[in-house]
């Protein structure tokens, strides 16, 4: 008879090494283990085995992932437009017109019904004002300065480390299995491409967004390219097929969302031959993030998640589905 | 005192193993040893040393290239007006006012004067009838059937064969050397994707061009991305470096074109910092291409000529700098 403490080591022996084995080889160890991780893991191990009738080669695993409210947090507003009404403030002093006229004045004032009163026509001034009427490559850096020192009020973090940790790592995943990862949101394109790579792993040239004119000029001979304040595109809806087309030119197999402004990328993806992936992230925790949906300012989530609910898609509860929301403090 | 042959063995002994080594490291073997060769070569090895103050870092490895006359034929037509005439003649039967009506009247009759006369609006009406109307799935698979039967008349074969040996090899030896190629070209997009691949090693996401407007469509349930006879965007002259930017997000480190419409990619390209290599494929060579330059009507090639000499961006004399044109017959 073995005595209980060499039993006990015993077990110890069988069970830590079993333990420390599947910790090490777990690719999403911030996911509880529910149906949505075994529906991914199952998912991109059928499309990389080789010899699998559902085997996918190489070149065609192209997965697209929103950003707003997918990667990152989209509440109490879009992090871009936090950006424009930070701008507005920084730049306010060269502009004493704006403290009498809207919708800077709301903005100064801290008016947001007033902003919001503006409209469509209201907004573009604030987007002239803030995102236009300089180079590419002084956006860039007024973007990256920003976010140096810009924090999220909720979590006292900046920005670009309130990204959802379980989805960084399921980029993370899915590239080591050879997929390529690509960004398509209704988000600013040259907003997001001074820190994507760095946050996500993504780099500029696998970000697909929303985008303003910009005009390849001469100054002192000198190329430029300017930033101009009229709209180019913007990758919302049925822009993000359109743009998965004509940016990557390959239909995705896996896609990635959380809003109805994702819900034609996803069909996109759907409707292609052979597995698929297609994922909805809710937003159900509202004590370590948010909760909302079908009436959202933000993100609204309604038709797409009846859709999801319809046909299966994977729809990630985020207050069962993940351990953690963000990546630790860096 | 050695024998003449002994002597000769021995010269044969250290001289092939010689050539053999060179011969299998040379990375541009259709190159004669001329000026181009060697700058080109000296250029990747520059930027591609660890601890060399010009080393680039892999991510930053990015070279574009424009397509017609730079990687493929583009006399006595661009290939893709070959590809309109064509297809005009195709679809002429179920369209019988075509015989009367200008300009269809003047491609069904090879009346190319008649043709040109339309200008501008009879170009459009020819894109429309033979690039829009269908999905993007048709007119990838209209494009490949095309290619599979269509043939240069004077060199009598493929389209896709018609491609420039030493070029294929210049983006060989840069993808070898961790450089991401893109092409980006004033065609159409996705009139060059469905070839790319297998003809350059360029895939689909990594080819920027000129495109019509696409729409997003659900017909019977399925998404559909419809072509639209509306121009979405010219990727040429200053829409180059502006394409590059919406594309890549980043400025490129080397670019490659043979006429007017690549000189502000070329500058936007040389005006970065670090060292960077601009080229022009100069057509010099009638007797196994063709000859032209200044007052061609296809591809152009005058104010960047002048640019490339006052700058010292490598002009490739096609005649004298490479050894053969086309790749071998497949």
Redo the contacts between chains.
């Keep these: 008879m073995a005595k209980p403490g060499f039993l006990r080591l015993c077990i110890c022996l069988i069970v830590i090494p079993g333990l420390l084995v599947w910790a090490q080889s777990d690719p999403l160890p911030s996911w509880n283990d529910t149906a949505s991780k075994k529906t991914i893991i199952a998912f991109v191990e059928k499309v990389t085995k080789e010899g699998s009738p559902d085997f996918v080669p190489l ?1 065609q695993r ?1 997965a697209t992932f929103d950003n707003d409210g997918t990667l990152w947090i989209e509440q109490p507003m879009y992090v871009q437009m936090a950006f424009i009404l930070d701008r507005v403030k920084q730049l306010a002093p060269g502009h004493p017109d704006w403290k009498t006229t809207q919708p800077f004045r709301g903005v100064l004032d801290g008016d947001m019904k007033a902003v919001v009163a503006t409209g469509e026509q209201g907004l573009m001034q604030l987007m002239a004002a803030t995102h236009a009427g300089m180079t ?1 490559e002084q956006f860039h850096n007024i973007v990256t300065d920003w976010l140096a020192t810009a924090r999220d009020r909720k979590f006292n973090r900046p920005y670009n480390e309130c990204v959802y940790q379980p989805m960084v790592e399921l980029l993370n995943y899915l590239r080591g299995n050879g997929f ?1 990862t690509y960004i398509v949101s209704g988000g600013g ?2 907003f997001m ?1 001074p820190w994507t ?1 760095k946050a996500y792993g993504i ?3 696998q ?1 697909v967004g929303s ?1 303003i004119k ?3 000029q ?1 100054v002192n001979g ?2 430029e ?1 300017m930033r101009l304040p009229e709209i ?1 595109f913007i990758d919302d809806q ?2 993000k ?2 743009a998965i ?6 239909r995705p197999i896996a896609a990635f969302g959380n809003s109805d402004g994702d819900q ?1 990328m996803l ?2 993806t759907a ?1 292609g031959d052979g597995p698929r992936l297609i994922l909805l992230v809710h937003h159900t925790d509202a004590v370590r993030e948010y909760a909302y949906d079908r009436q959202s300012s933000f993100g609204k989530l309604d038709k797409a998640l009846d859709e999801a609910n319809a046909r299966g898609w994977v729809v990630v509860d985020m207050k069962n589905d993940w351990k953690v929301i963000f990546s630790p403090p860096q």
Excluded: D, H
């Design positions: 070149s192209i590419v390529k394109v040259e491409r790579e780099p500029p040239e970000v985008s910009t005009k390849f001469m000198k190329p390219l180019n049925e822009g097929p359109v087309n004509q940016f990557i030119g390959r034609q069909e996109w409707a």
